[in-house]
């Protein structure tokens, strides 16, 4: 687990040079790069989303690109387009901003369905189809995308199938007084990010996300995994449960959990750590349940609270 730990805190300390008092949420997001998952980032404007997934590319020296989503943006705007080239009288593909290996869509509610629906085969399968010819994408490739949850004009709710193609959903918040001085210090002269360096090459980070597969979970805890999705699909305030796909990631993140610690075995504590993030999002709340402001973080913690945790006896037979 040592290439795990080493490019793991390699690129949280690069980073935290940008996003000053959020390593936690590095974290988050360095653990679905880890797990080759996709992050959103749901926040107000202005606490560095963007900043997050630049500096997250220039510390593993990756090729990045960004689309800033717009309502009258289409498809071929996100995947590319064939262009007839007269001198050849052959068509030729352009491709698009998704094929990088680090994408960020910002503002990604501000396009239409039709255009959201663009990033669903390059999120779930690494391969893009565009006028019958399919194209491979470069490993690692990890969307992050963004959007605002307080203004609601102009935009368009994520559907179900695209928010659970997110592995994790984090929120960065305000920073603490002292951190903003830190933030203000920092940029007195440039910003951060212009002097970051690469500090993890694309084999070692490969190599790590290869690594984190061999964490070991014993039958307790997927059982306490399945356990958790099955009672958010039967939970009174809850409309629509977690997906198995969910499942899927809350196993894979928290192998990454564990070996970033150097841990070869998943405990309970890195799956109650990491199941409002990896579930909350892809959990619909009742219409009842919402109009008395319950949440689907509320209903992922009530839950934690609820299903039993695997004994002690469990690490005993690791």
């Known amino acids: 687990m040592n290439i795990v730990q ?7 300390d690069n980073v935290s040079q940008v996003i000053i008092g959020k390593r936690n949420e590095i974290r988050l997001t360095v653990l679905g790069l880890l797990c080759q998952g996709h992050i959103l980032i749901e926040d107000i404007p202005g606490v560095g989303k963007t900043m997050m997934a630049r500096a997250l590319a220039r510390s593993i020296g990756a090729s990045f690109s960004r689309i800033q989503f717009t309502p009258d943006m289409l498809p071929s705007d996100v995947t590319g387009v064939s262009v007839f080239n007269q001198r050849t009288r052959e068509f030729e593909f352009r491709p698009g901003p998704i094929m990088s290996q680090i994408v960020l869509t910002d503002e990604i509610n501000r396009a239409t369905p039709k255009t959201q629906a663009a990033l669903l085969e390059a999120m ?4 893009l189809t565009v006028d019958g010819v399919t194209y491979i994408l470069e490993d690692p490739f990890l969307v992050i995308a963004t959007q605002n949850p307080i203004e609601y004009e102009g935009t368009f709710p994520l559907p179900e199938a695209q928010l659970d193609r997110f592995m994790l959903r984090i929120r960065l918040g305000y920073p603490s007084p002292q951190e903003e001085i830190a933030m203000l210090d920092a940029q007195q ?3 951060p990010l212009n002097t970051l360096q690469q500090v993890v090459s694309v084999d070692e980070l490969l190599q790590a996300q290869r690594a984190v597969r061999d964490v070991y979970l014993n039958f307790d805890i997927k059982n306490y995994i399945i356990n958790l999705v099955t009672t958010s699909r039967q939970h009174p ?3 629509l449960g977690a997906s198995p796909r969910g499942a899927i990631a809350l196993y894979r993140t ?3 959990r564990a070996a970033i610690v150097g841990r070869e075995y998943v405990i309970p504590d890195d799956i ?3 199941a409002e993030v990896a579930l909350a999002h892809r959990i619909i709340v009742g219409p009842n349940a919402r109009i008395k402001d319950v949440s689907a973080s509320t209903i992922v913690n009530n ?7 695997p004994g002690a006896t469990v690490g005993a037979r690791y």
């Open 272 to 274: 109650k750590a990491l």
């Open 6 to 12: 080493t490019v793991a805190e390699r690129i949280i």
């Open 124 to 127: 779930e399968e690494h391969q």
């Open 254 to 256: 928290a192998q990454a």
């Open 237 to 239: 305030d809850v409309y």
């Open 303 to 309: 839950i934690l609270s609820t299903v039993p945790v």
């Open 189 to 191: 002269y440039q910003h």
